[in-house]
T-cell receptor, first 113, second 112 residues
Framework: NAGVMQNPRHLVRRRGQEARLRCSPM?????VYWYRQLPEEGLKFMVY????????ESGMPKERFSAEFPKEGPSILRIQQVVRGDSAAYFC???????????FGDGTRLSIL | AQSVTQPDIHITVSEGASLELRCNYS??????LFWYVQSPGQGLQLLLK??????LVQGIKGFEAEFKRSQSSFNLRKPSVHWSDAAEYFC??????????FGTGTRLTIIP
């Protein structure tokens, strides 16, 4: 049973470009969570999605960031017009339901030039 | 707002010695509690979790943690560490299993 798959593992963008991060949850998991980890810090919650629905986006920046989890395909975290401060590791986690623990992917390291 | 404190940024332990990593939380109710381990360049692996019931929980890799409501603590322990335990350890809390709040982590170094 494959784990949570994130791609790409590393992504380099120039300021002003768009970044798209993908997350395929574990088989049978319909709940997806995105977290951001800045250097030397813990993970910060960004958004919680179920299939086709955003359940909690209280940790998402108000501008430039969006997330989706379509009926088919992976969850996407999209960052428009990236800035240097967006450089971080972005982790996706999935769970089977609200009562089961979250399982994490290996993350996408985003670097902004 | 909920918060998690891991007061030790970095701990060094000799191989074979015992280990205790501290975690304190501030929360409006008894939260769900978790310990995760992160190796360099990797994602987080769940070591153990506490939802309810027995306050001493056993996890993988020989780790255990004890929930103490009176102290708002959930400390992680291992009786004898191995060199492969060197990693970053994160305590996390949540209301239910959804939006988790993480501590800033404790980096564990193992010396021969």
């Amino acid at each position: 049973n494959a784990g949570v798959m994130q791609n790409p593992r590393h992504l380099v963008r120039r300021r002003g470009q768009e970044a798209r991060l993908r997350c395929s949850p574990m088989k049978g998991h319909s709940h997806v969570y995105w977290y951001r980890q800045l250097p030397e810090e813990g993970l910060k919650f960004m958004v919680y999605l179920q299939k086709e629905n955003i359940i909690d986006e209280s940790g998402m920046p108000k501008e430039r960031f969006s997330a989706e989890f379509p009926k088919e395909g992976p969850s996407i975290l999209r960052i428009q017009q990236v800035v240097r401060g967006d450089s971080a590791a972005y982790f996706c986690a999935s769970s089977q339901n609200r009562d089961q623990p979250q399982h994490f992917g290996d993350g996408t390291r985003l670097s902004i030039l | 707002a909920q918060s998690v404190t891991q007061p030790d940024i970095h701990i060094t332990v000799s191989e074979g010695a015992s280990l205790e990593l501290r975690c304190n939380y501030s929360y409006g109710a008894t939260p769900y509690l978790f310990w995760y381990v992160q190796s360099p360049g990797q994602g987080l692996q769940l070591l153990l979790k506490y939802f309810s019931g027995d306050t001493l929980v056993q996890g993988i890799k020989g780790f255990e943690a004890e929930f103490k409501r009176s102290q708002s603590s959930f400390n992680l322990r291992k009786p004898s560490v191995h060199w492969s335990d060197a990693a970053e350890y994160f305590c996390a809390v949540g209301f239910g299993n959804e939006k988790l709040t993480f501590g800033t982590g404790t980096r564990l170094t193992i010396i021969p």
